[in-house]
Nanobody, 128 residues
């Protein structure tokens, strides 16, 4: 079993940017066989899907409320995925999680259901 670890969260002013990273740890598993999803959970709210990126990076999904501001990418050689977040808004404040699912099930990520592995999350706070 492998683990995912997010990093890059922090406090940023509205309009600012952050880049989150998701790294595979404690395993020799090849992340290139997995779709990577980014999810978030704001205080008092349910977890929601943010973005999905296919195993080769050629298929991406973004939730409407982040489209045009967030960009998912990945570096399979280094077993790492990224979420570049620009033009951040206070409503983007949440704990952000990365998750992985077998590459055959990209739609599971889009539907925010059935992800196989999860990280513990990193807090993003957007505030002046």
């Amino acid at each position: 079993q492998f683990q995912l670890a997010e990093s890059g969260g922090g406090l940023v002013q509205p309009g600012g940017s952050l880049r989150l990273s998701c790294v595979v740890s404690r395993s020799t598993l090849d992340l290139s066989y997995y779709t990577i999803g980014w999810f978030r959970q704001a205080p008092g709210k349910e977890r929601e899907g943010v973005s999905c990126i296919s195993e080769k990076g050629d298929n991406k999904y973004y939730a409407d409320n982040v489209k045009g501001r967030f960009t998912a990418s990945r570096d399979n050689a280094n077993n790492t995925a990224y979420l570049q977040m620009n033009s951040l808004k206070p409503e983007d404040t949440a704990v952000y999680y990365c998750a992985a699912v077998d590459f055959r099930f990209f739609n599971r990520c889009v539907l925010s259901a059935g992800m196989d592995y999860w990280g513990k999350g990193t807090l993003v706070t957007v505030s002046s």
